[in-house]
């Protein structure tokens, strides 16, 4: 099946770059800020306290972060679990996106851990403390990363033309196919369920059971739209033909998944009796903003003409995305405040620092990587 | 591979339907979730009770002097280095950069115990709300169902099955300091100046009840203010202090309530100045706590949160856990199905 090799193609050209050496300058300087972080504690790279023991590091580079590696998740839902091959172009690139969104997530923790030469101990049956929605993220972040790597081995083996364990793979690639499906569902979701412990101080405009539905459905649509962003991207700055046709019956999907949020937000705040909260409350301008953000993205999907022309489904993706994160950002920091005492907490520069090095860290990864190996799909002449 | 035969199209239609019907499910999940009265709802685990033999501090803000002795003593027993805030660190430099006056203002990593003041107006009056002051101690509440054992991925936090104490364990802790973010009372505190930093916590001096002695701050409070004892035996002392009148004379025991730990200890009589409030903390907040307060000053003016509920914030979110994962049936079920489709339809797709 000689076609089917060629399927996908390294996009070639050159590595070294302008975006990608600024990129890599970015993590250097990332690197120089760690070092600090890691002679002389916390406190000398971040301004992290204990009434915000939880800065950006985690509520951007994890929470988020995931979030935006949520592409791989949907695409192969989609593809394999719902049988809709016409995604299939899109599986490479947006399991690589996942690939580095979680890894760099992983990263990320260390990072913040205060005590990162324990970490392993989250692995050790016998430090397991299971009712700790913790552990249940931890585990299934780090197992769904080892999915990830298996899912993209293809790509790997196919560059360097190792066919058995190729064929092999494929065999038992359904397993891990089923996994990568299953354990985002589980952790994103998780990922809302760890913030219902901290009660009364999160804001009753983000407050309620209903997080881990929230935080399945923003990263769903998260995956959409980073998915449609990815692609967009690519087309414009590697001069590809765009993929339009695949990605408006996504954006269908999109506005699906956006309504539904917009309408349980509504619907949880009206049962909890906290609707009121949205005039005038303490932190209601962030939930206005997250609800302008969600609606209009929504909003620009709804004529359908718009779902065939390019620059509409990139401005509604980018939009989705920005209140995707705006909600997520809500519920870990802004919505929050201490139990007791005034606390303040705004991100030093060398916190944001090491944020948009972990970032350009994934940004350059990604670029080498479609380079170099057979992520995109290839371009026939009689498609372009 | 984009097979458009009958049967797909069925299929096709099947999980259109079948998306609408999780979303209407979805919405009326959303409505008995929230709105269902706590013991109806599945998503809620029921509270944990305190163990019967649970020891832990009673706090009469009424009788604190605000001497600190207890604060001085804290750090003695546990061996805590002194705490310098930034506006005392001119002038109580010492000799080199070793301080040598102990001022902390908050719990921190290096102070597990601290005495508050309230003060409002004049300031004249002693327990008084208006124009008065009035004091606190903070430290750890030793909660029936404590949020910080809870979030633990690695068993750090632990509470004893006998004594309810809530230990910190920092060998097995990753520091993500999660039960700082999660404890309801603010309590636990990570020192981020130490490149090793480690959470530190009161844990109701378990090395000297080890010995027979009394945590260092019950040890040496002059007025029993700060009173060490069994929960229960400290409530229903709370219980008969809340019920005093003005103008009355009352017998106040110091060190343990039993008179064991630490050896018989006389109290004293005294005079009741000001009117308790009803309100004993924690007996009920967040589903109990081992060490209680008592105050004629509210507690919400003391700085302590007073807007919770009477279950502990983990009877939520271990609820909504234990019916995901109980026995990790449903995900076994929903792996099982996923990879019967993801099985099925890769034959289709040669490559990937
Ligand atoms: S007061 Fe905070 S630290 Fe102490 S047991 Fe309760 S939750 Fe844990
Ligand atoms: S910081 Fe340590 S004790 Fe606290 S939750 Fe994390 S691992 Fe447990
Ligand atoms: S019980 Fe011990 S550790 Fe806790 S506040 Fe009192 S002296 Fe400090």
């Known amino acids: 099946m000689s076609s089917q090799a060629h399927e996908h193609q390294p996009l070639g050209g050159r590595v070294l770059t302008l975006p990608f050496l600024i990129c ?18 916390l ?30 998740y949907v695409i192969a839902l989609l593809c394999y679990i719902l049988n809709r091959g016409e995604y299939h172009p899109l599986v490479r690139p947006a399991v690589l996106a996942s690939l580095f969104g979680y890894g760099l997530a992983g990263l990320a923790v260390l990072v913040d851990l205060g005590r990162y030469w324990n970490f392993y101990h989250m692995m050790l049956p016998w430090y397991a403390q299971p009712n700790s929605v913790m552990l249940e993220v931890g585990l299934c972040v780090a197992t769904y990363t080892l999915v990830l790597v298996v899912e993209f081995a293809p790509a790997f083996l196919e560059r360097f033309g190792i066919e058995g364990l190729r064929a092999k793979l494929n065999k038992v690639l359904w397993v891990f196919i089923a996994l990568g499906v299953l354990l985002p569902t589980m952790h994103q979701s998780s990922l809302g ?78 049962v909890r009796g906290q609707i009121g909260q949205i005039f005038g409350g303490p932190q209601s301008g962030w939930f206005v903003a997250e609800m302008a953000l969600m609606i209009s993205g929504l909003a620009l999907l709804i004529p359908k003409a718009n779902r065939n022309r390019s620059r509409a489904l990139f401005l509604s993706a980018s939009l989705l995305l920005a209140a995707g994160i705006l909600y997520r950002l809500n519920v870990y920091l802004i919505g929050f405040t201490p139990a007791v005492g005034p606390w303040h907490y705004f991100p030093s520069v060398k916190e944001i620092m090491v944020t948009v090095g972990v970032f350009a860290l994934e940004i350059a990864l990604y670029l080498l990587f479609v380079k170099k190996l057979p992520v995109m799909h290839a371009v026939h002449p009689e498609h372009g | 591979m984009m097979s458009k035969n009958k049967t797909s199209v069925s299929r096709r239609g099947f999980l259109r339907n079948a998306v609408k019907g999780s979303a209407a499910a979805a919405a009326a999940a959303c409505t008995t979730v929230v709105a269902a009265p706590p013991e109806a709802n599945a998503l809620v685990r029921p509270p944990k009770p305190l163990p019967p033999d649970a020891v832990g501090l009673l706090y009469d803000s009424t009788l604190c002097i605000g001497c600190k ?25 010492g000799g080199g950069d070793k301080p040598i006056y102990d001022s902390p203002v908050e719990l921190s990593a290096k102070t597990l115990n601290v005495i508050k003041a309230y003060s409002h107006g004049t300031g004249a009056t002693k327990d008084s709300a208006e124009n008065g002051f009035a ?43 999660y039960c700082v973010l999660s404890c309801p009372f603010g309590v636990p505190k990570y020192d981020y100046n130490d490149a090793f930093g480690e959470i530190k916590k009161c844990q109701l001096c378990k090395q000297q009840l080890a010995k027979n002695e009394l945590p260092g701050c019950a040890d040496v409070c002059p007025t029993g203010a700060t009173l060490f004892g069994r929960t229960e035996d400290l409530k229903a002392e709370a219980r008969r202090r809340t019920a005093l009148k003005v ?25 009741v100045e000001a009117a308790y409030q009803t309100h004993i903390y924690g007996e009920k907040e967040l589903g109990g706590t081992q060490c209680l307060a008592v105050s004629a000053v509210p507690f919400d003016k003391l700085n302590l949160p007073t807007n919770v509920p009477e279950n502990g914030y983990p009877t939520l979110s271990e609820g909504i856990q234990h019916t995901l994962y109980a026995g990790m049936i449903a995900p076994a079920t929903v792996f099982a199905g996923l990879a019967y489709l993801a099985h099925r339809n890769t034959k289709n797709h040669t490559d990937e």
């Open chain 1, 24 to 41: 890599a300058a970015l993590v250097a300087i990332a690197g120089v800020i760690l070092f600090q972080r890691y002679t002389q504690g």
């Open chain 1, 43 to 72: 406190a000398a790279a971040s301004n992290l306290n204990d009434g915000y023991p939880w800065g950006i590091w985690v509520a951007i580079d994890v929470v988020i972060g995931s979030a935006f590696g949520c592409a791989g």
């Open chain 2, 69 to 93: 002795a207890c604060v001085t003593a804290c750090k003695e027993v546990n061996h805590m280095p002194p705490d310098v805030g930034p506006a005392q660190q001119g002038w109580n430099a």
């Open chain 1, 193 to 270: 369920t760890m913030m219902v412990i901290v009660g009364h101080k999160l804001s009753p405009l983000w407050q309620s059971q209903m997080l881990p539905v929230f935080f399945l459905l923003t990263a769903i649509l998260m995956g959409f739209a980073i998915v449609v962003w990815e692609s967009v991207m690519a087309s414009l700055n590697f001069r590809r033909p765009m993929e339009t046709p695949v990605l408006s019956k996504l954006s269908g999907l999109m506005l699906v998944v956006a309504s539904l949020f917009v309408v349980l937000r509504f619907v949880d705040l009206i």
């Open chain 2, 135 to 177: 004091f606190i101690k903070r430290q750890c509440l030793h909660c029936a169902d404590p949020s910080c054992v809870s979030v633990c991925p690695v068993s750090a936090m632990t509470k004893d099955a006998k004594t309810g104490i809530v230990n910190h364990d920092p060998s097995a802790c990753i520091g993500c300091r």
């Open chain 2, 247 to 271: 103008g009355e004379y009352a017998h106040f025991p110091r060190g343990d309530i039993a008179g064991k730990v630490g050896g018989p200890r006389s109290g004293h009589e005294k005079l």
